[in-house]
Structures are given as structure tokens and as C-alpha cells.
């Protein structure tokens, strides 16, 4: 719901965590936008 909420989109099953959990998301704080969605928490973010 934190994801749905700071992306200004409606609550809904859309945005659940991927199955088996470990993962994601980054947030700008500067900015106050989504940087990006779910990702597993093992791969690197890109620099």
C-alpha cells in the first residue's frame, strides 16, 4: 500500500509484492517520486 500510496495510485492488489518476497522499492525523497517499483532485493540497482 506504501508503494500505491507515494506513486498517487488508488489501493488495489496491483501493486502487491512479487510472490515469495524479498524485494524493493527506491524513493526520492528530494523529489518525492517513485524511482522505481518492485525488484529483487539480491540484484543490483543500476548506477
Known amino acids: 500500500m506504501l508503494l500505491l500510496s ?3 495510485r488508488a489501493i488495489s492488489r ?6 515469495g518476497g524479498g ?3 527506491a524513493y526520492d525523497v528530494g523529489t518525492r517520486r517513485v524511482v522505481h517499483g518492485w525488484r529483487p532485493i539480491d540484484s543490483l540497482a543500476p548506477r
Open 6 to 8: 507515494l506513486s498517487g
Open 23 to 25: 524485494n524493493y522499492f
Open 14 to 19: 496491483a501493486a502487491d509484492q512479487p510472490a
